[in-house]
């Protein structure tokens, strides 16, 4: 057996489907600081495979291809949303999301400190994935998790 061509992935690598990967790269190369580490282009300028690095969490994104799924787009807005969110610790989210709203995405909450601890937000970007951005507080307030468990429980009778 021939060596591979890289190293075997041991992580979960999610791919992500959007209407058009190459302004989507440099969408998440200016909001989020990713690094492009290589794309595969069809002759039509569409993107069969790339990989994505954030700060070394590997991301594959590549363009809709309905063709491929008997004419039905499988992106967040082919399909209408998303039941998924990307998650990234950050050292400063504040910064970090006024860096990718400066860039495109649309904040959805935050940034706010939540009941588990951490200063967290959420993001929509332009190709309708969901991302959170958290920097680690100190820690779970007790109080506060109580009061959001009650007002959790309360909305779900």
């Keep these: 057996m021939s060596e591979p061509h890289r190293p075997r992935h041991t992580a979960i690598v999610p791919e992500i489907v959007v209407g058009d990967c190459d302004a989507a790269l440099a969408f998440y190369a200016a909001a989020f600081g990713a690094e492009e580490l290589m794309r595969h282009a069809l ?23 309905p063709e491929m799924h008997g004419g039905q787009g ?12 990307l998650h990234r610790d950050v050292p400063d989210v504040d910064a970090a999301v006024e860096q990718a709203v ?19 937000a959420r993001l929509t970007c332009p190709w309708g994935h969901h991302w959170s951005l ?12 109580a009061a959001a468990e009650a007002a959790f429980d309360e909305g779900t009778q």
């Design 43 to 65: 002759p039509d300028g569409r993107i069969i495979h790339s990989e994505v690095s954030f700060d070394g969490s590997l991301v594959f994104v590549t363009d809709d291809f």
């Design 74 to 85: 499988t992106s967040p807005t082919a399909i209408g949303g998303t039941p998924v969110c």
């Design 102 to 120: 400066a860039a495109g995405a649309t904040l959805l909450m935050g940034p706010e400190d939540m009941f588990w601890g951490d200063r967290y």
């Design 134 to 145: 958290a920097t680690p507080g100190p820690g779970p307030d007790a109080e506060a998790t």
